[in-house]
DNA sequence: AAAATAAAAGACAAACATATCTTTTATTTT
DNA sequence: AAAATAAAAGATATGTTTGTCTTTTATTTT
C-alpha cells in the first residue's frame, strides 16, 4: 500500500502531464494523458471529471477539447491535488488508526508520526504543479514505467 | 487512507497490548486482546495467526493458552511487524506508484519522498515494540477509541 | 479418559477500490 | 444543418481488503 491510492497516484501524474503538455495554451486528450503516464483510459477519464469539477483541472468538449490548466490552476499546490482525491487525513489520520488519538489522548506512536506527516505535509503545500513541469521538460524525470 | 493498512494497524496495536499485558510470563486471550486494542475479533484473530507462523508473536493453545511475547520478540524492532503484514513497499515503494522509478530514473517527486521514507523507516527500525510499553504502563498512551 | 479451553484453520460475506464498456451531451468544423 | 470530435455520465465487472461464522486441532484440567 502506497502513501496515496491508486486513484491519486494517476491523479497527480496525469496533473503533471497535462501542466507539462499544456504550457502554451494547448489542450491535450485523455488518450493522450492515459498513454503518457501508463495509465487505465477510462478509469483515468473518471478521475479526470472528478477534478474538473473540483475545478483542479480544466476541460472542453469537441473538436481540439481536451483538458488542459491556466495559471491559476498551474500555481496550486499539490496538496489541493490530494486532498480532492484522498481526503485530508492523510494529513490529520493517526498512524494506528485511532479516531480519538489527540495531542492530549495519543496513541503510542503519536509525536513520532507527526513530525512524519508534518514534513510530508510541507512538501505537498510548499511545491506548486507548476514546480515539477522543468525537470520533465528537461526529461530528467518521468511519469511511466 | 493510511500510512498502513487497517490489517497493519490492528497488528502493531495488539502487539503492543499483548507486551502490556504479558510483561510477567503470563498470556492473554484473543477475546481480552480484541477487546482491548478495540477491533474485531475473529479479524485479529486472522491477523495473530499470521504473526504467530512468521515468529512475531508467540502463542499457546488451551486453556490458560493465549498469546505472548519473550525477550526476543518484545525487542524486535517495529518494522519486522509492518514488513511481516504489509511488506516493505512502504520502504521502498515509489511516491507516484511507478514500477521502475529509481535514482538513475526517479519521478518527479522521488527526492523529495525518499527523506520522508527514511524518516520513517528510520522511526519503526530504530524502537522496538518494548519501547512502547512504558507509556502504556503509565496509561500516557492508548490503543482504543 | 472425558470435559473444557483456546488457538488454528477453513469457508463465506460485505465493502471498497480499481477497471472496463457503452451511451449521452456539448462543441467545433464542414 | 450535418458530421465529427472529445469529454461527461452511467452501468457493469473484477479484485482486494476487511470482517464474520463454523469447524478442527492441540493442550490442560478434572
Redesign the pocket.
Known sequence: ?GVF??????AIRSVFFIAHRTASGN???????ANGID????????I??DL??KGIVL?????????YLDDVARKRPLSDVVEAVDGNSIFTGCGLGLANCSETNPCPLHHEFKAIRNQLKDLLEQTTIADFSESLNLGITKLRK
Open positions: 500500500m491510492s491508486k486513484t491519486c497516484e494517476y489542450k491535450v486528450g485523455i488518450k493522450e494523458i495509465s487505465p483510459e477510462h478509469f483515468l477519464a473518471k479526470l471529471q474538473s469539477r476541460s472542453a468538449k469537441g473538436p481540439n477539447g481536451g483538458f
